[in-house]
């Protein structure tokens, strides 16, 4: 019996080590599944003299919508930057606002919804007008979804 039972731990152990090791083994659901990060970038260019308004009625109607949905997790990080120098007037823009959302399928889908708006702002009236104002002082508004290069898969010398 004690043989017997030195050949069985043995034959576990072994093919325990041929799963663990086989170059062929199954991906566990983590690997799988886990969602990769998307990057959004959104420039405003706002017409001239207006842009402590076009921030103003930002930072009121549409960032707290942001915030909130990085509290939910759909938003990993945020940044907002500002060119420290002037542009020619065809390559200006005012601010760029950068999202780095959770996973890719938020890329080319809306993520959030009409719901999030009334939940945040119940005078959806004033919400509209003055969503309806500060597009109204932007020349231009570019979306543009970003590809990440992960830097790690360059290489680094000229073979």
Known sequence: MRVFNNWLLQFVCVLAGLIVFSPVRTLVAHEVEA??????????????????????LFKKNHYPILAHLKEEGVILDMYAAFPASHLPEDKRWDMRFTVVLADQ?????YFY???????LYPDQETFKREEQRRFALLDEHMDIPIKMDKLSDWKT???
């Open 157 to 159: 010398s000229v073979e």
């Open 35 to 56: 969602p990769k990060p998307a990057v959004n970038e959104f420039y405003y260019r706002v017409k001239w003299g207006y842009f402590d308004e076009f921030l103003t």
């Open 105 to 109: 399928k938020h890329t080319y889908e």
């Open 113 to 119: 919804g009409p719901e999030l708006v009334e939940e």
